[in-house]
């Protein structure tokens, strides 16, 4: 049985602080370039929500690998998914996300990203920083029904190496 989608209030109380993307089939996070991807948010506004969007990552190539890089935007919940639009040079670009399940305690989240423009639709399971999650593929795999996952969505995730995933 598939739960009933997350209201406002509910992505309000679920979405701030820090999250370790633990497994992803988006490109931006697959292509060696681009690694350790975190995301952090916070609520400026609740009513319409509104989230700070700090996606971190650790670059991955050239004369920078090893350095910290963020982008940064803001999510706007539109009654059906949340509008990114990135900061300062990234002002002009947008995406929609949502998501599609999160555990019952809020340590692991699905987050379904749509196609934009240079970027295919994708999928992020995220775990909250701090979290010790054991075995989570294993649990994704058993509900994935509950993240919102279909089975191919499943089987097209990578899983990132992470003290979080155990």
Request: proline residues 5%; glycine residues 12%.
């Amino acid at each position: 049985m598939m739960r009933a989608p997350l209201d406002e209030q509910a992505m309000a109380d679920l979405l701030p602080g820090s999250w370790i993307v633990a497994a992803t089939n988006f490109p931006m996070w697959l292509s060696g370039e681009r690694n350790e991807p975190r995301f952090e948010y916070g609520v400026l506004s609740r009513d319409p929500l509104v989230l700070s969007d700090d996606m971190g990552y650790t670059e991955g190539r050239g004369k920078r690998a090893g350095a910290l890089k963020h982008i940064l935007g803001r999510d706007t919940f539109d009654g059906e998914a949340f509008v990114w639009r990135g900061a300062g040079l990234l002002k002009l670009i947008t995406s929609r996300w949502y998501v599609a399940g999160a555990s019952d305690d809020g340590s692991i989240a699905a987050i379904h990203f749509a196609k934009s423009l240079g970027n295919p639709a994708g999928v992020a399971v995220i775990v909250r920083e701090g979290s010790s999650v054991p075995e989570i593929r294993a649990i994704i795999a058993h509900s994935t029904e509950d993240y919102g996952l279909t089975p191919e969505q499943f089987a097209s995730l990578s899983w990132l190496g992470s003290s979080a995933t155990g």
